[in-house]
């Protein structure tokens, strides 16, 4: 049985009946849902009438026909509805009839469902909701677009001004923005975004424009917090997600990044009045806000490191101030002071840098940078490595000037190694922490070996192995030496014989290891001789093929004096004690003749005769009676010479070994620079001049900061010494000769 054909015109009124049924829904007016039967029979005459034969095959006008109901609809109903409307009341029609369009499209894409299976797919035509949505698209959105968006802005604009709003109105809107592009943001960046954000920008900008003249930094920083807190909300309520990075970045240029300099400098509330006053929590709030800006942080961090130095710098000046003022002796007391203030310095800004910065590199190099200026100046004379050298010595030694518990000890000296990074000679830290630390194992100063081993652990941990190598190598002398002399004890308990009759002890040291110390041939009196003679009996049993220098000037004696009101033992220095003697044999004696007898230098016996008989104890009366020595004194015993104590020590006045020490240090950098010069030569054979400065400034920087002079004068040497040679044709150029 052949199916009825239907016409063009009969088949689309009864769908037109349909659509009109719908459209009455839509409108509100009283009109029963659509039940399964009239929804089978519309969809069925569509069926119908795409499936007949040609010429009946109606696909292709009901697919016009579809998109002509909708633009029907809009031009007749929808249009003349929004425009009758302005500002929210616009917003809200549009949102009900953008609702109102979804459903029409819903509904009528089911009803026409047949052409979307085939027909289309056949074509490659647009789909009935894409031809649905772009009805509205084209003929409503682009006619309403800007007046919408203009009545967006000015409610968000309201709303930042305090006002409630409907915020569910303004989300319902933005959506149609973001709907309308069918899976593309073009409409809602272009149509709305781009205006948002520029109007956003502009409100910022004004507001930034007076708050910058009226708040303090603090507060400027308080308010921002809070704006940008109210902009992201604003994205979470009603704007669509991908505009927050945007809208964030906007404000923070309006409102940190163009107000930057003015904001951060400010006399009385900006970063370094902040510094000044130990702000931290304000401090936080700005490393948070310019964190987030790129390179918002380097002004901050430049103000940052520009204070630490100042404060440090006037530290420095204010020791300077103070020891220029002091006697000698106090000034060693002052650079204790300052060492002790520039620690408590570093432990503050370096707080800073862990809570209120977050560990960030910038402020690292920051606080590196600034300690690294004013750790390196000199105090009344004296190099920063010589004062932190004096600060180790004042803290490990017995009777130091800091009484502090073994946890403090370890605390400061972990702080100490940390500011060494800072110093850029720490060669010469090395030597004169050497120095020190000989006369503290030497003699028996040090207050305890654990911490000896301990900062020599943590420099080695800084500064690497070759750094500590021979302090290491001293402490462990001192340990082998005590055991030495107890076997020379044992010696001498076996060998009654051989017992010079005094007591003695003798500590053997490795001469590498240990600073050099003039040894001159003393003529020792006949009961010390002995007991050198006895040693070296004793050393020779143990080993044959080490040679023993004596090294006096370290030496010390107790000398019984016996005076006619007491006697009373004198613990003085081994040429002390050497002098003291000759007084055994001769009651009266003149400084030309102590001399020959002795074999000493003028000025290492003016020092001992001034001690003797100019100091405060004096045991030696001297004519004629003046303060100074002079080769035409003469020199007898003080018979008479009496003390409370029983024991007295006779100091010798210090000599300044800060020269020797810097003279030292400078031997070693020659061999340093001349070693490095090889060492880059060897592995580059041919090299540029100024490439060579440079890598060796590099490869010495760790442990000082080389002279460009200083290696120009080596490489000149080298070439003498046929290490390199100058190109013939480029002078500028040197070559490695093996």
């Keep these: 049985m052949e199916r009825k054909i239907i016409e063009l015109d009969q088949g689309w009124d009864y769908m037109q009946k349909g659509i009109t049924k719908l459209k009455k829904i839509l409108e509100g007016i009283p009109e029963p849902q659509f039940n399964s039967e009239e929804y089978m029979m519309l969809y069925t005459t569509i069926y119908n009438m795409c499936t007949q034969k040609p010429p009946n095959d109606y696909s292709q006008q009901l697919y016009d026909k579809y998109r002509e109901a909708f633009e029907e609809y809009i031009t007749s109903t929808v249009l003349p509805s929004l425009r009758e409307k302005h500002d929210e009341f616009m917003l809200r029609e549009l949102v009900k009839r953008w609702a109102n369009h979804k459903v029409m499209v819903r509904w009528l894409s089911r009803f026409f469902h047949y052409l979307d299976r085939y027909f289309i797919a056949r074509r490659s035509l647009p789909a009935l909701n894409e ?42 809107v933005i959506d149609i923005f973001v709907e309308i592009g069918m899976g593309h943001m073009d409409a809602y960046e272009g149509d709305f975004e781009a205006y948002m954000l520029g109007d956003s920008g ?125 006697t000698s002796s106090g000034a060693g007391t002052q650079e204790q002071v300052l060492v002790r203030k520039i620690i408590e310095l570093h432990d503050k800004y370096m707080a800073y840098v862990t809570d209120c910065f977050l560990n960030h590199t910038l402020f690292h190099k920051a606080l590196k940078e600034a300690f690294e200026v004013f750790c390196n100046k000199a105090v009344s004379g004296s190099s920063s490595a010589e004062l932190l050298a004096g600060f180790c010595d004042n803290i490990l030694k017995k009777g130091g000037s800091e009484k502090l518990s073994d946890e403090a000890i370890e605390e400061t000296l972990e702080k100490v190694v940390k500011l060494l990074a800072y110093i850029s000679d720490k060669d010469l830290f090395a030597e004169f922490y050497r120095k020190k630390l000989a006369r503290r194992l030497l003699f028996d100063r040090s207050a305890n070996e654990d911490h000896e081993k301990s900062i020599l652990t943590k420099l080695k941990q800084q500064c690497g192995g070759q750094f500590t190598s021979k302090m290491e190598g001293m402490v462990t002398d001192l340990t082998l030496a005590r055991d030495n002399q107890a076997n020379f004890e044992e ?33 020792l009196p006949e009961e010390m001789v002995k007991c050198v003679e006895v040693f070296k009996g004793f050393y020779e049993t143990k080993t044959k093929h080490r040679k023993l220098t004596w090294i006096y000037s370290l030496g010390t004696c107790n000398v019984n004096g016996k005076f006619e009101p007491k006697n009373i033992e004198l613990v003085v220095s081994t040429y002390q004690a050497a002098l003291l003697l000759l007084f055994n044999t001769a009651d009266k004696l003149n400084y030309s003749e102590i001399l020959t007898q002795l074999n000493l230098t003028h000025d290492d016996l003016v020092r001992l005769l001034h001690s003797l008989s100019c100091a405060k104890y004096k045991i030696l009366i001297k004519e004629p009676n003046t303060k100074t020595i002079s080769p035409t004194d003469s020199f007898e015993f003080n018979s008479k010479f009496t003390d409370r104590m029983r024991r007295i020590k006779i100091p010798l006045p210090p000599v300044d070994e800060r020269k020797k020490v810097i003279e030292d240090v400078d031997k070693d950098r ?69």
């Design 131 to 172: 031809v649905g949505l772009t009805c509205f698209r084209d003929l409503v959105y682009r006619e309403v677009n800007a007046n919408a968006r203009v009545a967006v802005i000015g409610l968000i604009d309201k709303e930042r001004e305090g006002e409630q709003i409907d915020r569910a109105l303004l989300k319902n």
């Design 491 to 523: 010696y001498l308990h076996n060998n009654p014989d051989v017992n010079p009759g005094m007591d003695l002890t003798v500590t053997v040291l490795t001469t590498g290891y240990w600073p050099s110390y003039k040894s001159f041939d003393l003529n």
């Design 202 to 326: 502009e409100y910022y900008s004004r507001k930034a424009s007076n708050w910058i003249l009226e708040d303090s930094c603090p507060d400027y920083m308080l308010k921002v917090k809070e704006c940008l807190k109210r902009e992201k909300e604003r994205v979470s309520h009603y704007l669509h997600s991908s505009s927050e990075q945007k809208l964030v970045e906007k404000v923070q240029h309006e409102l940190l990044v163009v107000y930057a300099t003015q904001l951060l400098d400010k006399e009385h509330s900006g970063c370094r009045a902040l510094l000044r006053d130990d702000k931290v929590e304000d401090l936080s709030r700005i490393y948070r806000l310019y964190n987030k800006i790129p390179k918002g942080l380097e002004p901050v961090s430049s103000v940052f490191k520009q204070h630490v130095t100042a404060e440090g710098t006037a530290l420095v000046q204010q020791a300077e101030d103070v020891a220029s003022n002091q």
């Design 670 to 738: 020659r061999y340093a620079i001349d070693a490095a010069i090889v060492r880059i030569m060897k592995s580059r054979k041919v090299l540029g001049h100024q490439q060579l400065v440079m890598e060796c400034v590099e490869q010495l920087g760790r442990m000082f900061k080389p002279d460009i002079k200083a290696i120009k004068k080596r490489i000149e040497d080298l070439i003498t010494r046929d290490y390199l040679e100058r190109d013939k044709e480029n002078p500028n150029m040197f070559k490695y000769l093996a």
